[in-house]
């Protein structure tokens, strides 16, 4: 069995990153083996510009794209040593994610894919995701997939390319908006998971006693136990803790902040432990358990270890992006883009792929 290496030229502008990298991924018999490569990765990260109004202005991130992603498209190519007519497809993020931003990805996808005569494929954003982990590694499907972003936080079974069946999700807030909301509260600055990380690090634990929402509910009920995850009501603790700790110095911050993430911790890996027995149901008996988990909270360590300590309970084995491609890139985008040419899952009418601001994975 030989393998064919395919080039994809991706583009990533859902929110405050403008991105755009090429990877080259060895094929045979229309599927990936191995990992490959990242021959290019450019990223402009735009939160410096969106940090004094504490979060991302969709206007101002549209515009930065377009006032940068054709460069950072150059800067790709002139990385990888190659040219436009090197790559066997063009695929950019066309959801969900901030409308102006998607279609400033989407249209210059579209225009030089159609320059170059070149398939275009339209990437939904979790799907990239979804996908990151085989970047680096080459993870099997089927795998129990936790992704925790800005924008979600929801638990997949990942059983085939294209095919994601939703185990839980979010109630309310995203982790990561939870981390970004909580890093508001104490006055910390945007965006909130790595801060709220650093300040935790020196904390205690177990100083103030939040609560673990929607862990310990009624296990009687027809749905239970569920997979959902729920982060409003231990804000609002928070909140109430930050208010009678007033006024705050470092120690009570970072007490504050490591209560806060034992609360995230808590949660995240009982529900991905449930998660993982109705996994077990789906999959053929002897499959080997994989947990994946991916979006920008992944990049924190002591989530990581907590779940960590959850898979290996579970006998599944744990595989976390490195941080850079938990967090939004452009190769997560060419690496999907790649996959689903290989498979030959490509839209007939590509150019008439629309941008969507909403665009659940399963379903
Ligand atoms: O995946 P991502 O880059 O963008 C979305 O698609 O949402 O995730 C960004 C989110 C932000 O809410 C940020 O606060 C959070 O990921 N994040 C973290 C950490 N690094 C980024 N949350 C917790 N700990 C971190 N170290
Ligand atoms: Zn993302």
Redesign the pocket.
């Known amino acids: 069995m030989t393998a064919d290496l395919i080039y994809v030229l991706g583009l990533e502008t859902?929110?405050d990153?403008t991105a755009a990298a090429i990877v080259e991924m060895p094929v045979a018999d229309g599927a990936p083996c191995g990992a490959g490569r990242i021959v290019a990765n450019q990223l402009l990260s735009q939160i410096d510009m969106h940090a004094p109004y504490g979060g991302v202005v969709p206007e101002l991130a549209a515009r930065a794209h377009l006032s940068h992603l054709d460069r950072l498209v150059a800067a790709a190519f002139d990385e990888a040593d190659m040219a436009l007519a090197d790559m066997h497809a063009i695929a950019a993020t066309a959801g969900p994610g901030l409308i102006g931003g998607v279609l400033i990805g989407l249209t210059t996808g579209k225009a030089l894919a159609l320059a170059a005569q070149k398939p275009f494929i339209g990437i939904n954003?979790l799907e990239g995701?979804a996908l990151s982990a085989r970047l680096t590694e080459a993870v099997d499907f089927p795998y129990l997939l936790l992704l925790v972003?800005?924008?979600?936080c929801q638990l997949l079974a990942v059983t085939a390319l294209g095919e994601y069946t939703l185990l839980g999700q979010t109630r309310d807030d995203?982790?990561?908006?939870a981390?970004?909301k909580a890093a508001k509260l104490m006055s910390l600055g945007y965006?909130?998971?790595?801060e709220?990380?650093r300040r935790a690090h020196h904390g205690d634990r177990a100083a103030y006693p939040l609560p673990r929402p929607l862990l310990n509910e009624d296990t009687n009920k027809a749905d239970a136990p569920h997979c959902d995850f729920s982060f409003s009501g231990l804000k609002t603790a928070l909140r109430q803790a930050t208010q009678k700790a007033a006024p705050l110095d470092d120690k009570k911050v970072a007490d504050l902040a490591a209560s806060f993430e034992a609360a995230v911790a808590d949660c995240l890996s009982t529900q991905t432990r449930r998660a993982m027995t109705r996994f077990r149901t789906m999959v053929t008996p002897g499959t080997d358990y994989n947990l994946v988990v991916a979006?920008?909270?992944a990049?924190?360590?002591y989530?990581r270890a907590a779940l960590g300590e959850a898979a290996a309970a579970e006998g599944f084995a744990m595989h976390v992006p490195p941080a850079a491609l938990?967090?939004?890139n452009a190769a997560m985008i060419a690496r999907a883009g790649a996959e689903r040419f290989a498979a030959g899952f490509i839209d007939a009418a590509p150019m008439a792929i629309e941008a969507r601001a909403r665009w659940p994975l399963s379903g």
Request: hydrophobic residues 20%; negative net charge; proline residues 6%.
């Open positions: 859902s929110c990153e954003h995701h972003s800005g924008g979600h995203a982790v990561g908006e981390y970004d965006p909130g998971g790595p709220i990380e979006g920008g909270v990049a924190n360590q989530l938990c967090t939004d």
